[in-house]
């Protein structure tokens, strides 16, 4: 029984292992890409030369398509006199240059060495990066140029030429009909070795261009004004890419006897990419939409001119239709282009009932992602939340990274940037280019300047690593002197224990300086890393160097301590929580740092097993949950700054706190960070209901009230005024008379969520008062009798808001 399990564990940690190597080859193959292609810093070509460019690519992928249209002993009516220009033509594609001058076999050499080239570059450069070491960017460039120049001009011909020997070894034939000067078919006879390397040569030419055509791709919109080609997504792309490689095969398949099913073919689907190109209008730039339409119409009409002519049996017809009619449908195109382009709307859409797709949200988005609005940034984050809630489409994994690029690279948001991205890990359908740019997007954010709480997120995750490799240590030392002090030490294991210990130490001692680096104004890292190296490596020059950085940062957070504004993350006087934001455990208290605890009244560990919603009280519970819910769904920013809060610590003792929250997310789950003080104050507080009873009041309310009991459920109107007619309002102090001690009621709210909760603050000191009218701009002294009391008090969700209430 043990062998089996032994087996299985060896199985499974094989498995283990080979999946994760499989992943890091493809990262690995995604960073490649990403140097290759991906411009960080926008340094892209002027926007003149790109056109240029992109219309001598066009030019040159329909100039070399259109000759594998025709054949040279095309049995059409004087064809041999009407084929000169289609001849001069052809010339574009090298195989028929090499043809005329007759080396047609050293074009083959030469294009599968190119082939191979191409991929025995990549695997070393793949290589290379999976084991970290630096590859210098001009190699890299050198290789873009030289791949752009073989995928440009010399892919189409490498293929027809690869696809025709292959034809003429496996299927022999009587004539050689591709090329004018060949006749023998035993021309173009090879070895069973190079056949086989030719094969070899034609499948990796695909992946070669199947792979630059999915990650080149520029998806992020804001660059629509800087990059020709940049597009939604690489739908389109892919197909073309698709037609461009398979149809030089069809062509050395069809050519000699079906040259008509092949134009046939090439009309439909020039038609069909059309078709879908209208459809899902991927391009960004109205001059890249045009001329890829452009193209593919041009292989289509020449198509259909040459099957006319194939009809009509009239050579001559076929030059005179194209050079009639070929300029006017070009104009036609180019103005048919531009209207579609039209279709993209320059409002943000308020009716989701015609957008039926991801496709239909981004284009109805398009406009406002590309022109960089920030303006109605809620509008466009709750149109793509709003839209997968409303129809209950399927989220795809494309449009969270197009929600994710517009907050880190529009509104600057890389902590929002990561939340949104998280949402992928719900989404179940996969896809090349979706992994790549989701790898991009990741990259992107962790180049990013993050939030602090964000910062603080990354620093935690690494920390508790350091902390479980510093308790293993420990373990192991341990273990290490208890073996030594044995009667009888076991070499083997004493041998054992200090590998461990010494791997151990190395790793930490890298790990505590690069962690402190990083993250300097972190105490308890500091003084770890303190500890570690004054007892444990005995270094005492830097055990003295870190102690004096370690005093240096406690007097700095001395100074922050009577602070009552500074709510840093790394700061130990203030409370951390992080806390889950996902719906399976909403609320729960992840982790809590000592001072947390102390402010809670808990010891740390039962802080960390409850849930924060047990630190609110019922009333406003639900309303909490579902606006939290609601805020890392539609929010526009990954932050709150909590001027006020209040926290039950008992079941009727507030807590009033000042701080803020930072939404972000721990291995793609999202939490809150909330980092907080007690408020100092000398007044007391009351959390009210709509109708001005008590909820929950702090612990010496109903003292300064001069009650001795608790006053939950106790009426304002009756506890104060003995009145059912009297009325507050927001923010004046209302002077209590009959009170010994000038005392005030001031009614305010608290906001957390754009959650609003009414309270009383009772105040019997005038300094106290007068730090109130600093803070809050109150009118000391003026004693109100209202008729309303106006506070805009968010209700949970589906319920009507009311804009006022009455107590």
């Known amino acids: 029984m043990k062998e089996l399990e032994d087996q299985a564990g060896t199985i499974f940690g094989f498995t283990q292992k080979w999946n994760k190597t499989q992943n890091n080859i493809k990262i690995s193959v995604f960073e490649l890409y990403r140097r290759l292609y991906y411009d960080e810093n926008l340094e892209v070509e002027d926007f003149i030369l790109q056109k240029a460019k992109t219309a001598l690519e066009g030019i040159i992928w329909c100039f070399q398509t259109i000759s594998l249209l025709w054949i040279p002993h095309l049995s059409i009516k004087n064809w041999h006199k009407n084929m000169i220009i289609w ?75 690869f696809s025709i020997f292959l034809k003429y070894n496996f299927l022999p034939q009587n004539s050689v009909s ?138 001559l017809a076929i030059s005179i239709l194209v050079i009639i009619l ?83 690279f529009t509104l600057k948001e890389a902590s929002l940037a990561k939340i949104k991205l998280s949402k992928i890990k719900q989404i179940s359908d996969w896809s090349l280019e979706a992994a790549y740019q989701e790898y991009i997007c990741k990259t992107n954010i ?98 003295i160097l870190l102690e004096m950085k370690l005093r240096a940062l406690d007097r700095t957070l001395g100074n922050f301590i009577s602070d009552s504004k500074n709510f840093s993350f790394f700061n130990d006087s203030n409370g951390i929580l992080i806390i889950s934001n996902e719906l399976q455990n909403f609320g729960d208290i992840l982790y809590a740092n000592q001072k947390s605890a102390e402010y809670f009244r808990l010891p740390i560990g039962s802080l960390i097993s409850d849930n924060i919603l047990n630190f609110i009280h019922p009333y406003y519970k639900e309303k909490f949950k579902a606006e939290a819910k609601r805020f890392v769904q539609f929010t526009s920013s990954s932050e709150i700054d909590l001027s006020q809060g209040f926290i039950l610590i008992t079941q009727n003792d507030l807590l009033e706190c000042v701080g803020k929250v930072s939404v972000t997310t721990v291995n793609d789950l999202v939490v809150a960070i909330f980092v907080f003080k007690p408020k100092v104050k000398n007044y007391e507080v009351a959390l009210i209901s709509e109708e001005g009873e008590i909820i929950c009041h702090s612990d010496n309310f109903h003292r300064i009230a ?65 730090k109130w009218n600093n803070e809050n701009s109150v009118e000391i002294g003026k004693t109100q009798v209202t008729n309303q009391l106006s506070i805009n008090f968010l209700l949970p969700l589906n319920t009507t808001i009311k804009n006022d209430f009455y107590f």
């Open 87 to 161: 001849e001069i033509i052809g010339y574009l594609k090298f195989d028929n240059a090499c043809s005329s001058l007759g080396i047609i076999n050293e074009c083959l050499y030469l294009s599968a060495l190119a082939v191979y080239f191409h991929f025995f570059c990549i695997i070393p450069f793949v290589i290379i990066i999976y084991y970290s070491y630096p590859l210098p960017k001009y190699i890299l460039g050198t290789f873009k140029q030289i791949f752009y120049l073989w995928s440009t001009f010399f892919l189409i011909p490498s293929i027809e030429i």
């Open 178 to 315: 591709e090329y004018e000067n060949h006749n023998d078919f035993k021309e173009f006879e090879i070895s069973p070795l190079l056949q086989f390397g030719v094969s070899v040569a034609l499948v990796i030419s695909l992946f070669l261009i199947f792979f630059q055509t999915e990650f080149s791709g520029e998806i992020r919109h804001f660059v629509s004004k800087k990059a020709i080609n940049a597009k939604a997504h690489s739908k389109i792309d892919i197909h073309v890419t698709l037609f461009t490689y398979f149809f030089p095969i069809a062509y050395s398949v069809l050519a000699e006897n079906d040259i008509i099913y092949l134009q046939i073919l090439a009309i439909i689907f020039a038609a069909f990419l059309i078709k879908e190109i209208t459809m899902f209008l991927p391009y960004f730039s109205v001059y890249y939409h045009s001329i890829i339409i452009l193209r593919l119409y041009l292989i289509g009409f020449i198509s259909s001119i040459f099957l006319l002519g194939s009809l009509m049996d009239n050579s």
């Open 326 to 408: 070929g300029p006017l449908s070009v104009l036609f195109i180019v103005q048919f282009s531009v209207a579609l382009q039209k279709q993209i709307n320059k409002c943000i859409p308020e009716n989701l009932a015609e957008i039926n797709s991801q496709y239909d949200l981004e284009k109805s988005l398009r406009y406002a992602l590309c022109s960089n609005d920030t303006e109605n940034k809620n509008q466009i984050i709750s149109t793509f939340e709003i839209f997968f809630i409303e129809k209950g489409v399927n989220r795809s994994k494309l449009q969270v990274i197009w929600a994710a690029n517009y907050c880190l």
């Open 446 to 543: 962790s180049n990013a300047n993050l939030s602090e709480g964000s910062q603080y997120s990354n620093y935690f995750l690494q920390f508790n690593i350091i902390k479980k490799t510093d308790e293993i240590l420990c373990t192991n030392l341990l273990n290490f002197w208890s073996e030594i002090a044995s009667s009888i030490p076991n070499l083997h294991k004493l041998q054992k224990n200090l590998n461990l210990i010494d791997e151990e130490i190395l790793f930490l001692n890298k790990e505590y300086s690069n962690l402190n680096l990083k993250f300097p104004n972190s105490r308890e890292s500091l003084a770890l890393y303190y500890s570690f190296i004054k007892d444990i490596t005995y270094d005492s020059e830097k055990s």
């Open 706 to 770: 001069k009650k001795s009991e608790n006053l939950v459920g106790w009426n304002l109107k009756t506890l104060f005024f003995n009145s059912e007619d009297f009325k507050l309002q927001p923010n004046i102090p209302y002077h209590l008379s009959n009170f010994k001690t000038e005392t005030f009621l001031i009614l305010s709210h608290s906001e957390f969520y754009k959650m609003k909760m009414p309270y009383v603050a009772l105040i019997n000191d005038k300094e106290e008062l007068l």
